[in-house]
């Protein structure tokens, strides 16, 4: 790796915008589970065994193999806008076997999903990473079935990380309704109800 592309994506990482892929193997350390374990965002989640999901920013796929095996008769999208981070995702979710999954690389501005497609779309420290907010935000209500639920988790030490206040402003703009809080100020999963 060259110097200077080193220092680049080591500053990328340190600051705010898209999570480098070269880091991605930060978001599989096990330790993350103080934090937020894939256990308990599915059991915030509530999901039903057909429910289909999608995905926003999987990185590597932390969440991604839990929430697939929680939704044998359903389907999970994964969409992330770097290539590096699917290509990743998808072969850990490969080696489990798991086949109710499919991948879409973002253009960062649409999705080719129909409207009212989505049961459950969920985010973990993405949101701020995100550059057209308002884009996605008006996506995000696009494709969730009428009563279908956006999750938002933001953690702790994520330099992009977004206040509640700032995530309610931005999705009741697009008529989304608050549904639940869970967690503190620093580490929280927020529900909105389409
Ligand atoms: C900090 S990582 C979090 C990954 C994963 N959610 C987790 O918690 O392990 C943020 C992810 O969001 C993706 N991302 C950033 N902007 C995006 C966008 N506009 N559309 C889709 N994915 C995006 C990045 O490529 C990266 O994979």
Do not use: W
Request: proline residues 6%; hydrophobic residues 40%.
């Amino acid at each position: 790796m060259q110097n200077k592309e080193k220092t680049t994506h080591v500053h990328r990482f340190a600051g705010k915008g898209v999570c480098p892929y070269q880091y991605a193997f930060t978001l599989l350390i096990p330790l993350r589970n103080l934090v937020l374990s894939p256990r308990k965002l599915l059991k915030m989640l509530s999901l039903q065994e057909d429910s289909s999901v999608l995905e926003v920013g999987p990185g590597p796929g932390y969440f991604s193999p839990h929430v697939a095996r929680a939704i044998p008769k359903g389907k999970l999208v994964l969409a992330d806008i770097q290539p590096e981070m699917l290509a990743y995702a998808k072969k850990r979710i490969e080696k489990k076997g798991l086949r109710n999954v499919s991948y879409h690389l973002c253009n960062g501005v649409t999705f080719p999903f129909d409207a009212a497609s989505f049961d459950t779309i969920f985010l973990v420290a993405v949101l701020g990473e995100i550059e057209n907010k308002d884009r996605y935000a008006a996506e995000f209500y696009r494709m969730l079935k009428p009563g279908g639920l956006l999750s938002v988790s933001e953690l702790p030490g994520d330099p992009d990380r977004m206040r509640r206040e700032e995530i309610s402003d931005l999705l009741e703009k697009e008529e989304f309704s608050f549904d639940r809080f869970f967690g503190s100020r620093r580490n929280f999963t927020i529900h909105f109800r389409k």
